[in-house]
């Protein structure tokens, strides 16, 4: 069975760091992709950040985390990261990672989509 | 940057209705790199539609989506009392890498 546990949030100040983690079970993580996601309190879906499958330098943000977020995996450990900084008021929401599959030939991937996302862990940014 | 926008914000629908919902791009979007999720209450999204029209592993046929260019629709058939939650529509571009719709919630009437 396919699993993606968040852990690593918490509260922490304006302006500090905090860096989650995304363990994955069940599959050969270093196959896929990966993305970080996020959702303010009653507010939608943000997509954050990707990174591609195996040792993958292909790295990709949103703008409203560049510069600050910086997305890794550790293919051994089977975990996902993302390390932030600079943390803002607007970065409290819930935190999810998903995988991200695709169906690919001849260098061409379509039908791309999130099938497997985890429980999502709960960052706070506050005085 | 393609922005999705989803119609209605919310839908007042009893069971046993058709729910329609639409998720409109600013530019066109193939129809590949479109997707649909569900989310209920304190859980995270689940995989509904992808490539516009394909029914994710273990999704009821009562869950359709169609569309093309920069109109898309997700249907639901005889609505059941757990399809009631937050639908959200999704696309893969270039910058951003993907985009999130702004979600249509489906509220029991």
């Known amino acids: 069975e396919v699993q993606l546990v968040e852990s690593g949030g918490g509260l922490v100040l304006p302006g500090g760091s905090l860096r989650l983690s995304c363990t994955a079970s069940g599959f050969t993580f270093s196959d896929y992709a990966l993305n970080w996601v996020r959702q303010a309190p009653g507010k939608g879906l943000e997509w954050l950040s990707y990174i591609g499958p195996g040792s993958s330098s292909d790295t990709y943000y949103a703008d409203s985390v560049k510069g600050r977020f910086t997305i890794s995996r550790d293919n051994a450990k089977n975990s996902l990261y993302l390390q932030m900084n600079s943390l803002r008021d607007e970065d409290t929401a819930v935190y999810y990672c998903a995988r991200d599959i695709a169906d690919c030939s001849g260098g061409t991937c379509h039908e791309i989509r999130f099938d497997y996302w985890g429980r999502g862990t709960l960052v706070t940014v506050s005085t | 940057d393609i922005v999705l926008t989803q119609s209605p914000g919310t839908l007042s629908l009893s069971p046993g209705e058709r729910a329609t919902l639409s998720c409109r791009a600013s530019q066109s979007v193939s129809s590949s790199y479109l997707v649909w999720y569900q989310q209920k209450p304190g859980q995270a999204p689940r995989l509904l539609i992808y490539?516009?029209?394909r029914r994710a592993t273990g999704i009821p046929d009562r869950f359709s989506g169609s569309g093309s260019g920069t109109d898309f629709i997700l249907t639901i058939n005889r609505l059941e009392p757990e399809d009631f939650a937050v639908y959200y529509c999704q696309q893969y571009g270039t910058s951003p890498r993907y985009t999130f719709g702004q979600g249509t919630k489906l509220e029991i009437k």
């Open positions: 490539g516009a029209s």
